[in-house]
């Protein structure tokens, strides 16, 4: 069951870090899906990642490295 | 018959009227026939043209012929008077009641009935008397708008502020709608009550009734504003008040003039300081004044200088560090007098370096004459060389890092009995972020404290522990410029607790002091040890207590506190000098620590901050030391406990905006569809950090890219698509659609419905 996207949250955190910066109304939703797709590939990757060390739960290292993967990937 | 209004029959009438008049010049001789005949000629004519017209106006005419036969008999005799005067005399004959439609104007008509129609209702004779008037329109249509202004501002008052707004629009209406709307308007104010109604009274109605609209938006607008502001803004208006208190109080405790000068000296920019990002200065200090009766002398001395290093740095951050810092002071200080207390608290207000040596020095000897334990006056004379030895910085570092320990500390005491001290200390440090933290620490330590207590030996336990943070304080102070000192403090604090936490016994803790001083770098480490080893002789047990209670705790913080306070204390009993490479070592043991941990990327900020807070480097330097510190911190497992308690302990406490991990462990969860370790979440939460920090830098590119200050939807699709996800074979639609619920899509996607109608409405 999906959760509603804390709309107001991802607000205050893009004004954390910017916070001249403003959004547009429902840009915030895009930014939730572009969270979402985020977190999805990171998914994806670490579990590959863990397949192939024949693990059936996700560890710390897998998740590491499928970060730094991930991140790199998703530069702008 | 009368009619009131016969528009439609006027054109008739009018023609019925002109053949009328010229039928009864022409045929003179046949009088009565041409009476008759014109009559009915005209009537004919009339009913001839009227015949077109409509069966009523046949009728009307029918009438008005036997009315005019009636009338006609009766002027046989002068037929020429009668055909010439047929139209005038005609209707002087006939009976007002019966006006001659045909011949007579409908504004004679409507005179006729005005002046003999009884007023049936009060609105009537206001509508005669306004449709005659109206009727010639010679009365200019200014005095009736005047006359029902008047009549209708007093209407306004009574009504509603928003019926006032309405009618004052509806009131230019009226004025050229009709008589009707006008009469009743008056009427209005005649059945209501009329107050005698000024115009200044009228006016204010009326701007009472323009302002209304603006009240309830706000109020509804009131609701909406979030608490938490309003709580913040209070917050630190009820600390300063707290502080002030205090202050007032440490006054009528402390004898010293100075001490009494400084708390206002202190307050002030510490307000100051605290404006800036967060309340934790002010709110530290507050609970620090009020603890400052219960804390021994030797707070003041940390406390002042901790307050003066809070001064000096000026950050959120740096307040943060120096509120942890306080905290783990005042635990140590905890059970010394609660006189001495209030003189080392005026210190710390003080924050004035020659003044903080005084009120070390007043401090330490008001602390001599109240501690009751001779170690503490052993710790308070050695706080005083403490201060004094100190540079102005250090002293002032430690005014603000005792400062804030002390808040801690004194929020915390005040939870428990005098007996415990540290107790008291503990619990008051609920306030700051690490607050949480400290006050598990604290209480710990107070429980340690308790326990230890009970043996005869813990009061100098304590103190010496105490004197020990204190020494520890001034020795993290001289560290000001170089940042991995800072982070070797933390480093060395958070290995002190991560050892005291896996060892609570007093023996390895000291040995763990002792080793993070041997890993401080070589002179720092002996320096350190040197102070250790003069503190663990006695106070081995309120060390490890400490420790334990330190670790216990938020965990690193808490360690960065100990180690710091540990490196204060040792340099206090050394010299100056030694406490500078203490801290020293003590920042670098921060800073090697602080890279292991990974975990709780919060917590390991406020060690920053905190070790941050004994160096005055400047701002710029902060964020630098954070980043290297948050890229460092690896998880770390014994932390989970202290987080929870941390969270449950501190509901105010500050925390960076970040998404609930609990959402974020829902959907990668689901996304994985694998069981995953609670390591890999932490590694997730990290990497979700720095990707939010990516997302908002490259948005910000684009925007300003386009020039402009608004992220659209464009910039976030133009993101999706340099990151692989929308193509040409993608659009983002289908990404909003299989990702988003519902009513999001419903926000996102345009949807044309019937109508013409977009939603949403572009």
């Known amino acids: 069951m999906k959760r509603a996207a804390p709309r107001s949250t991802l607000r205050n955190l893009i004004k954390r870090h910017k916070p001249q910066l403003r959004l547009a109304a429902n840009a915030d939703l895009l930014v939730h899906l572009n969270f979402l797709l985020f977190l999805h590939r990171l998914a994806e990757e670490a579990r590959a990642n863990a397949f192939e060390n024949k693990s059936k739960t996700i560890k710390s290292e897998h998740a590491m490295a499928a970060a730094k993967v991930i991140l790199k990937k998703s530069r702008g | ?762």
């Open chain 2, 1 to 762: 018959m009368h009619r009131v209004a016969a528009g439609t029959t006027t054109p008739s009438r009018h023609r019925a009227v002109g053949l009328v008049g010229v039928l009864a010049r022409f045929p003179l001789n046949r009088m009565p026939d041409t009476r008759a005949s014109p009559r009915t000629r005209s009537s004919t004519g009339v009913s001839q043209d009227s015949r077109a017209a409509s069966p009523s106006m046949t009728l009307r005419h029918k009438m008005k012929e036997r009315v005019r036969q009636s009338v006609g008999r009766k002027h046989l005799s002068d037929p020429r008077r009668q055909s010439i005067s047929d139209k005038t005399s005609l209707p002087k004959k006939t009976p007002t009641i019966l006006p001659d439609l045909d011949n007579d104007t409908p504004r004679v008509v409507l005179r006729r009935i005005i002046q003999t129609q009884p007023q049936v209702s009060p609105l009537v004779p206001k509508m005669s008397e306004t449709k005659e008037p109206e009727e010639p329109g010679s009365q200019p249509p200014s005095e009736r708008i005047s006359s029902g202004l008047e009549m209708h501002l007093p209407d306004f008052v009574p009504e509603g502020t928003v019926i006032t707004a309405l009618h004052m629009s509806r009131k230019k209406k009226k004025f050229s709608i009709s008589d009707f709307e006008r009469g009743a308007d008056e009427r209005l104010p005649r059945n209501l009550a009329q107050p005698a109604l000024d115009n200044s009274s009228l006016t204010r109605s009326l701007q009472i009734s323009l302002a209304t609209p603006v009240p309830p938006e706000s109020v509804e607008k009131r609701g909406l504003i979030r608490r938490p502001k309003n709580r913040k803004t209070v917050n630190v208006e009820a600390f300063e008040g707290g502080v002030e208190q205090n202050l007032l109080q440490i006054k009528g405790t402390i004898a010293t003039e100075p001490l009494c000068t400084e708390p206002a000296v202190i307050v002030s920019p510490w307000c100051s300081l605290a404006a800036g990002k967060c309340c934790l200065p002010p709110i530290v200090s507050p609970p620090f004044c009020s603890r400052r009766n219960y804390t021994a002398q030797n707070y003041l001395a940390e406390s002042q200088a901790t307050s003066m290093i809070g001064m000096t740095m000026g950050t959120s951050d740096t307040e943060i560090i120096l509120s942890n810092t306080e905290l783990f002071a005042q635990p140590q200080l905890g059970e010394q007098s609660q006189a001495g207390f209030s003189a080392p608290e005026q210190k710390l207000l003080k924050g004035k370096i020659p003044v903080q040596g005084r009120k070390a020095s007043n401090a330490a000897t008001e602390e001599g004459m109240l501690s009751d334990v001779d170690a503490e006056e052993g710790m308070t004379q050695r706080l005083q060389k403490k201060d004094l030895a100190r540079d102005p910085e250090h002293t002032d570092q430690m005014t603000t890092e005792s400062r804030g320990r002390a808040v801690s500390l004194s929020s915390e005491q005040r939870e428990r009995t005098r007996g415990s001290s540290y107790a008291e200390q503990l619990p008051g440090a609920e306030e700051r972020v690490a607050g949480v933290e400290h006050r598990r620490s604290q209480r710990e330590l107070s429980w340690d404290l308790l326990s230890s207590d009970r043996p005869s030996s813990s009061p100098p336990a304590a103190s010496r522990s105490l004197s020990r943070r204190l020494d520890t304080l001034p020795a993290l102070q001289p560290v000001n410029s170089s940042r991995p000192s800072v982070r070797e403090t933390v480093a060395n604090i958070i290995e002190k607790l991560d050892d005291a936490e896996e060892s609570e016994e007093v023996a390895d803790v000291e040995q763990e002091m002792e080793d993070d001083s041997a890993e401080q770098e070589g002179a720092a480490g002996e320096v350190v040890e040197s102070p250790r080893s003069a503190r663990t002789r006695s106070s081995s047990r309120h060390s490890s207590a400490m420790a334990a209670q330190y670790p216990a705790q938020s965990g690193r913080k808490l360690m960065k506190e100990a180690v710091e306070r540990e490196a204060e204390l040792g340099g206090g009993a050394v010299i100056g000098d030694v406490g500078d490479s203490e801290e020293e070592e003590m920042t670098e043991e921060e800073a090697e620590t602080e890279e292991p941990e990974s975990e709780e990327l919060s917590m390991k900020t406020p060690a920053f901050v905190r070790a941050k807070a004994y160096r005055p480097s400047p701002l710029l330097s902060t964020p630098r030391t954070l980043k290297t510190a948050a890229s460092k911190f690896p998880p770390k497992p014994p932390r989970a406990q202290q987080a929870a308690k941390r969270t449950a302990m501190a509901p105010r406490r500050k925390r960076e905006p970040a998404l609930p991990s609990s959402l974020v462990k829902k959907i990668f969860s689901h996304y994985v569809k694998v069981p995953v370790a609670r390591d890999a979440f932490k590694v997730v939460e990290k990497c979700v950090e720095v990707y939010f920090r990516q997302l908002s830098n490259d948005l910000e590119a684009y925007t300003m890219h386009a020039r402009r200050k608004t992220v659209e939807e464009a910039d976030l699709e133009l993101l999706m698509r340099r990151q692989g996800l929308v193509t040409d074979k993608m659009p983002l639609h289908v990404l909003i659609e299989r990702h988003l619920p519902l009513e999001h899509r419903k926000l996102l996607i345009p949807v044309a419905t019937s109508g013409n109608k977009v939603i949403p409405h572009k």
